[in-house]
């Protein structure tokens, strides 16, 4: 065997692994370097564990990506495995069949990226052809599966993934999306059907497909990675490594239980978290970043949070995942002492009186009459103003004939800082309403009371508790649950507020690195453009 040919794809400019293009958004290839730092973290926790052992010398350690794509994880598992078990398996040829036969085994979640993996791990589609670096194998899947699974419908959705029928329900010829790690009530058995024997393996690691998109262009797509979690928990690892999208820290559609989960679960040993996706996926635009867990078995404490910015690490906190009385995740380790000053107050939070969307119950897309007319009620709407009847107001009734303040409902969707975060606010005077285009603040007493108000939404503190719970541009009533309420009959400024909780220079400086000045003398009085133009 050719002891070099194996193993030269790293010495490689560029390694083919960073050239590849993803095949779309719910199968986004993992850069080899950032498989590296996941690995990286895997070691140190496995040295911290094993007095100081190295991962990578021990022969018994089986190692599972259940949802392969480029192969890159079991490529660099393998990569690290050839060099570090060289003492104790001598032979090349008999060290790279132990290894590939014994220690390192994936799930193809396509067809197509399948044979990708087993060409980038056993340098052959075929992991019994003439090219392939293992002997051992009889089989042309070797130890990388894939299979075709169908999905389970029960009314018109699996009842596994949530595949809408109407969509998935294929023929032959097209992939069903339908993942096997996923797609079973019994996961161990399923490992034994596919791999054979009782497999327990010590390492899951890997990049789960993220969304089902039904044709909601993004908006509507049902998450799945979570799924995936879960199920890779349920085979009782004694490591668990995903990356996943971040947004499940305090939103994401039907992720509340496994948010809810994941939070109370103190083997969560560490997170890594990316704000901007870009800095890992480039090209790849992921709303509210990504970032990689490991998870312990073992483990029973605080949990390590590291942030990154341009995959520089920029903080480091052992800090619980749920701080008290919040039932989200907050990224940011800098947050956490402003956060601890700010409700030190114990003030209510002003979530009590934002409205839920569709304040009046109109949608975004209902526009009202042109011009006005006898009876009717102002209408704020998406690209200005109109007028409807009042019965055509199905809601919020007790805020039409006061004075509130209106915000936009979607925010700003950068992922980087410093950023508005929110749309700049607009009085709503009496006998006016809104479309869903907006959220509802009040009502308050009177104008000046309204005017305050949209001065204290316009400081840089309230907008950066507001980021605290706001993953996505979306920004629905709980965004504002950090937020306490002010005495309205004055205006306020970011120097009162920094003053009034306390603020060191230093968590102001943090603030203001986050959250972009905002300059409500420039807000159309028309209402026709309330949100901060991205930069």
Known sequence: MNTQ??????ARNPDVLECIANLSNDEVFTPPGFAGRMLDTLAEAWAADHSGANLWADPTVRFLDPC???????????????????????????????????????????????????????????ANGPHSICTRFTTEEGNIWFERVEHTWKDERCRYCGAAKSVFDRGEGVETHAYAFIHTDDIKNRMKEIFGGDMQFDVIIGNPPYQLDDGGFGRSASPIYHLFVQQAKNLEPRYLSLVIPARWYAGGKGLDEF????????????????P??????PGVQIKGGICYFLWDRDHRGLCRVCSYVKQERVSEMERPLLEEGADVFIRYNEAIPILEKVRAH????????VSTRKPFGLPTNYIGKSKPFPGAVKLYQNGGVGYVWRDELTTGHHLIEKWKVLIPYLGSGSDSFPHPILGRPLLGEPNSACTETYMCIGPVPDEMSATNLTTYISTRLFRFLVLLQKPTQHAPRRVYTFVPMQDFSKPWTDEELYAKYGLTQDEIAFIESMVRPMDLTSANQNGKDWTDDEE
């Not at 114990?346 to 009186?353: A, D, F, M, Q, V």
């Open 68 to 126: 392969t794509k480029s192969g890159v994880f079991l490529r660099e598992i393998t990569r690290r495995l050839v060099e570090g078990l060289k003492e104790q398996i001598p032979d090349l040829q008999e060290r790279v069949n132990h290894i590939l036969t014994q220690q390192v085994f994936g799930i193809g979640i396509t067809r197509l990226t399948a044979m990708m993996a087993r060409r980038s791990v056993y340098c052959s589609k075929h």
């Open 259 to 274: 948010r809810a989960e994941m939070l109370n679960d103190n083997r969560l040993r560490e997170i890594h978290d990316f």
């Open 276 to 281: 901007d996706a870009t800095d890992v996926f």
């Open 5 to 10: 040919a194996p193993f030269t794809l790293r």
């Open 346 to 353: 114990r003030e209510p939070s002003i979530k009590g009186i």
